[in-house]
């Protein structure tokens, strides 16, 4: 690791002053940090000015409205996330999400906004600058060529991020703050596939905050596969939300993460109205591996990372179709 570069810090006191310092060229909103410090010490980006927004009054709230709507502060911690006793119970898929995140310290720091909007992950980009620079670095920093797939005019750096695939399954709305005001999209829409341009923030947008419906008959649930089960990006993960109507499929929701350079949705409408069976799991598995795109961008390899995600992926309904 190298030591930090040099930048300014600034820690404004309102919402505006941050979307007003944020405008400026060079200027990068900083949260928990624990996800761009260990990239800047590595002389992945070289901002001159970050824009610390965990000053910011409420930022870090967690509210149930009298309908039963979650809203969640983008400052929140996932510390936070994972020991609320009214997320634990109305929405277990996300407190899990967020206790499966790093380890314990980081997750003391690390934010909900910084987890969403965290940066794409490759083993040719999460290097040293003399590693990168001895290979000629890479189409996502400072390079002009994708190691991963060669010939491409794309980055398929690959998003690890635990906590969005739960979100989407639960139907979660982004409250946007910018210098033109504010918008909500649905969760996933914050992200597009572009390993090295994955979020559709504007300049001077922030994250504000999620927005999370009641429940209403869902059940959820997240999983993930890592190396180290005590501290790691997942390596694949699977979120699911289903509705059962006694032997009927009434809703099934399916979103992934650690596969591409966005977590996706996966289209899974066509089990809807009918039973969870071999058909059915079959039918889920092929839209898993159609949607997933798993390319040599971690160590574990590449056939691994595929059928261990296809195998989560319907265990995981499975597990919530029997009521596990
Ligand atoms: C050893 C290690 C293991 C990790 N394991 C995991 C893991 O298992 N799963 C996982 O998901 N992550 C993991 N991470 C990454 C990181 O710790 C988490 O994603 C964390 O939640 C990031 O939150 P933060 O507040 O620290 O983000 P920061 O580092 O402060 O910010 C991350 C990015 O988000 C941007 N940002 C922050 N807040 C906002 C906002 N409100 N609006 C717009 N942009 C914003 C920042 O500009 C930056 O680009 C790991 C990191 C380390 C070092």
Known sequence: MNILPDFRTLRPASLNEAVAALAVDGAEPIAGGTDLLPNLRRGLGRPQVLVDLTALPGF???????????RIGAGATLEALAEDAR???????LARA?????????????TLGGN??????????NQSEWWRSGNGY???????KCHVVVKSDRCYATYHGDVAP?????????????????????????????GADHLTLDKGEVLAAVVVPPAAGWRAAYTKVRIRDAIDFPLAGVAVALKRDGDTIAGLRVAITGTNSAPLAVPVEALVGGAWDEAAAATLVQAVRKTSNVLKTTLAGVKYRRRVLLAVGRRLVDDLWSGR
């Open 87 to 93: 997320i634990i119970a109305g929405w277990p898929a």
């Open 98 to 110: 967020a206790v499966l995140v790093a380890g314990p310290s980081h997750r003391a720091a690390a």
């Open 138 to 144: 890479c189409l996502k920093h400072d390079g002009d």
């Open 116 to 125: 969403l909007c965290q940066d794409t992950r490759c083993v040719f980009y």
């Open 166 to 194: 739960a979100l989407m399954v639960l139907g979660a709305e982004a409250e946007i703050v910018g210098p033109k005001g504010k918008r909500s999209v649905a969760l996933a829409a914050l992200f597009r596939e572009s």
């Open 60 to 70: 870090a709230g967690i509210a149930v409205a009298a309908d039963g709507t979650l």
